[in-house]
């Protein structure tokens, strides 16, 4: 196995455990995410030394997953550490996947934005972008409408006078289409009204959009190779949560430093 420099810090910094107990007496699992983050990039094109660091990394949260289980903080650092080792960088876009702009795509719809891809084949590709709210409500956009408190999206320039909707309802509301586990797209209106009437549905586990994202058979493979997009995996929290004016750097954020630099990358080149 070929050796590397590094490993001997990785496994130091991922079997720390805290002496210290957080205000509610909880053992807390410490770690450095930045050392983890470098050398799990750097391990990507070792497939030996990355599925090494990936056993090291289950060992380490099943260890630690019921002392960390109350304590927000490092729950979110664990999240974001099984989610980097779910990325790869030759991921291709399917169904279910996450389409990230890179900071030089300047499309006036695409320009740093987030897309969910519900549907990919070989007729072309349907998604929703997740990051641009516009100022109206649902109910001004849709006649008799019930009261409900969500933003609306733009999804897309494709049909931007038609409604679509994300939800994790999926069970309750027929004739929805799972996209990824626990996501899925549309519905039978009518018992989506009924529930929001009812109050049987909050904005946390909805998202409506006007228009959604089309790409033609093969368009987005060649703005694929034209180096406009990462592909990454999708969170339920990616897709229906509620800040989307952060989504785009803070989704990028979590592939390292090398993506976070394109993430502090100013929309205006000239004040770089």
């Known amino acids: 196995m070929?050796?590397?420099?590094?490993?001997?810090?990785?496994i130091a910094s991922l079997n720390h455990w805290s002496n210290c107990k957080n205000g509610s007496g909880l053992t807390v699992f410490s770690f450095n995410p930045l050392i983890v983050n470098q050398y799990l990039l750097k391990s990507q094109k070792n497939p030996l030394l990355f599925t090494l660091i990936s056993s090291i990394m289950n060992h380490c949260v099943c260890k630690s997953r019921k002392m960390i289980k109350q304590d927000s903080e490092y729950s979110v650092i664990v999240s974001n550490i099984i989610y980097l080792l779910m990325v790869k960088k030759d991921l291709k876009p399917e169904k279910g996947k996450l389409l990230i702009s890179k900071p030089f795509l300047h499309d006036p719809y695409f320009k740093r934005s987030v897309v969910f891809?519900?549907?990919?084949?070989?007729?072309?590709?349907?998604?929703?972008?997740?990051?641009?709210?516009?100022?109206?409500?649902i109910n001004e956009a849709v006649d008799e409408f019930p009261e409900f408190n969500s933003k609306l999206y733009i999804g897309?320039?494709?049909?931007?006078?038609?409604?679509?909707?994300?939800?994790?309802?999926?069970?309750t509301i027929c004739d929805s289409v799972e996209v990824a586990k626990g996501i899925y797209w549309g519905g039978n209106?009518?018992?989506?009204?009924?529930?929001?009437?009812?109050?049987?549905i909050s904005k946390n586990e909805l998202k409506f959009f006007m228009g959604y994202s089309g790409w033609d058979k093969k368009q987005l493979e060649k703005e694929m190779k034209n180096?406009?997009?990462?592909?990454?995996?999708?969170?339920?929290?990616?897709?229906?949560?509620?800040?989307?004016?952060?989504?785009?750097s803070n989704v990028l954020k979590i592939f390292g430093k090398e993506y976070a630099m394109l993430a502090n990358f100013s929309e205006h080149p000239s004040l770089n």
Do not use: C
Request: a negative charge; proline letters at 5%.
């Open 2 to 10: 070929a050796s590397w420099k590094g490993m001997p810090v990785l």
């Open 117 to 137: 891809l519900t549907e990919h084949n070989n007729d072309g590709t349907v998604g929703f972008i997740l990051n641009k709210p516009v100022d109206i409500s």
């Open 156 to 171: 897309g320039p494709v049909q931007r006078d038609s409604l679509y909707y994300l939800h994790t309802m999926g069970n």
């Open 189 to 200: 209106f009518e018992v989506l009204k009924v529930l929001i009437e009812s109050n049987k």
């Open 227 to 248: 180096d406009s997009w990462i592909v990454a995996p999708a969170k339920i929290e990616h897709i229906i949560g509620d800040d989307s004016e952060n989504l785009w």
